[in-house]
């Protein structure tokens, strides 16, 4: 699903009409359905109701790595279900931070015929009780499965909008003219004033007595936000009070100065379908650290500020990327990251992150850009004025172009380079230092607004400290990397009568570098070893252990399988090292039809012989390697008649958190079937347990199958 102008005109509204009625079963108090773009794997969120579309403006695109309850529930196929603010704080410490409101919250997958298609969120007061009932539950299952099977039936797959659609709860009862009339005299009659806010915080009601209060004619303030239209409530507090009320439903009072000397009372009292507000007089607070609000008066009078203009929304979405930006690991996660979810929510078209590098700016990574703007870019010298970017790292001060027109006074040359209309250039500076510069661009002129350009350079920093780190961690990685390719085998040996396949996953996790390993040693014509193995750790230091381990089975292999196991634990003693190496050597005698095979703490193999029910080989382990050089080493000598398949695998494709380990090996050896191809079970195996394909540890897996010998 690629971002576009949005589903089919008919999957739309169906979506609309089931999230919709989903909210009103459940009694949530909000919801929105994210699909999945299964190109970019981030889930855009296609509609919500119940909150304003502000609101929603940090969490409109969400990686499907993110740590998040909406990603959790797609990457496990599994009900997410957070009880309350302190829950969402133990269990999503980046989400409660950014979303600082009391609330339950539930994320359903939209599974249908495949699996990940999107999730749907819900979201209730704090007063909801701390488990979702049954009831709640199977209206949630089953709208989910109502999406899935519409998504499952489209003709092509949906597209998800470059924003959400809010559609309206409703449930208003008609009300006969009279009626409305009588209310509206009854709220004139009070001493108090009397406003109604939708739920995007627009006036859609006052009172005389309220306007009074608020110091402006009501035709002035309706269908404005008071915080927008009063500049003495323009404060991030305000709208933040609005939002609380929104999102907990939860009932909200305050206090603020009307200039010069007015005290005002503010009650807001929410529901499904809006706010309703009760003002009255106040004295001046005490100076105590109460909730009052003092303001100075604003110059030039009552001059309403722009619509986008939402500072307590700003706030939180900068503490969202922040957190967001801290977590993420390689220069690539920074980029995504940054295409993801900086230019929706400033919303930009394009993104150029370069990186400071020689005296050179090499482009890491781009979005909206065509191959050959990026390609006259790259490599521009940091004194460059073909573009304000070297300009902006000599001062260290961002740049802003709200058009081209702008742009071609200082930089004549640059507006040609691509058609973006207005641009944002950001230096990456750290203590001093540059480390590159970020450009966010706009397909039309654009005006940067001061709380804009405040958020976009203090971004800034914490991009230029994710970068720093982030290519730090490229370089250590590379280095690892071609350490650890170095070290295990590029091809194995053909073995007559013998079936091999392997294959090798570093961890979808961290330093993506590990000490799993395997090989397979010819011996001579009808005999071979096999091994594999994992060293402790995933680092430089576990990929050299790997190697030197390997190399000492190597020289013992033709012994049987206990000295094998006997020497290398002597050669780990001899080099002093504080990691634990479990390993599995197999001795094959194809002309005996037999292996004999020998454990040091490591998993005992899956083995399927043909008539017989397939299972785990049974083996006697010794201790890890490095633990004790005393310690006996069992053999175990099995058939291995043809047709015989053994595989052999490290830990991590068994580990799989909240499972049984007996229940997962015994799920794997039937998967080991006659005839079938070596390399299709090695799919069907790292399938069954890591579906998603988010492993959370290195695998490695080598299959051995024996087979009639060749004439």
Known sequence: ????????????????????????????????????????????????????????????????????????????DRFVWVASHDDLA??????????????????????G???????????WPAS???????????????????IAHVLDDSPRPPTVPGQPRLVPLGGFRPRGTQNVQAAADY????????????LE?????????????????????????????????????????????????????FTALRPPESWLRFHLY???????????????????????????????????????????????????????????????DVVDLIGDMVLPAFGADGLVLSAADAGRLRITGHRGYDQEVIDRLDGLPLDTDVTPAGQVLVDGTPSFFAS???????????PKISDKQAWAFLPLIISGRPVGCCVLSYNHPRAFSADERAVLTSLAGVIAQSLDRARLYDAKHELAHGLQQALLPRSLPAVPGLGVAARYLPSSHGMDIGGDFYDLIRLDETTAAAVIGDVQGHNVAAAALMGQVRTAIHATAGASPSEVLTRTNRVLADLETDLLVSCLYAHLDLARRQVTLASAGHPPPLLHRPGHPPGIAPLDPAPLLGVDLDAPCPVTTLPFTPGTTLALYTDGLVEVPGTDLDLTTAGLAALLPDGADLDAVIDALLHRTWPQGRHTDDIAVLLLRSSAPAP
């Open 201 to 253: 915080g627009r006036i859609t009601y006052l009172t005389a007595t309220a306007a009074g209060l608020l110091g402006r004619d009501g035709d002035h303030l309706r269908g404005t936000r008071p915080w927008q239209s009063l500049p003495w409530l323009d404060d991030p507090v305000v709208e933040d009070h609005y939002r609380t009320a929104v999102i907990s439903r939860d009932p909200v009072a």
């Open 90 to 111: 133990r269990a999503y410490p980046r989400v409660a931070a950014s979303l600082p409101y009391r609330l339950a919250l539930s994320a359903a997958p939209l599974s």
């Open 270 to 332: 929410p529901d499904a379908s809006g706010i309703s507000v009760r003002i009255t007089r106040a004295p001046a607070p005490d100076g105590g650290p109460g909730d009052a609000l003092p303001r100075a008066a604003a110059p030039g009078g009552t001059t309403a500020l722009p619509a986008d203009r939402a500072q307590a929304g700003r706030l939180y979405q900068l503490m969202h990327l922040a957190a967001a930006l801290t977590e993420t690991v390689a220069v690539r």
């Open 128 to 146: 909801h009780p701390p488990e979702a009932s049954g009831r709640e539950r199977a209206h949630i299952a089953a709208a989910a499965r109502r």
């Open 1 to 76: 699903m690629a971002d576009g102008g949005g589903e089919d005109l008919g999957q739309a509204g169906f979506l609309d009409d089931v999230l919709v009625d989903t909210v009103r079963r459940t009694g949530a108090s909000a919801g929105g359905v994210y699909l999945l773009d299964e190109s970019t794997q981030v889930l855009g969120l296609v509609v919500i109701c119940g909150v304003p579309t502000e609101v929603a403006v940090p969490w409109t695109r969400l990686p499907l790595a993110a740590p998040v309850p909406v990603a959790e529930a797609v990457r496990e």
């Open 187 to 198: 709220l004139e009659r009070l001493p108090e004033g009397a406003v109604a806010l939708d």
């Open 404 to 414: 081209p027109e702008e742009m071609a006074r200082r930089y004549p040359s640059a």
């Open 113 to 123: 015929r495949a699996q990940g298609r999107g999730a749907l969120l819900l979201l």
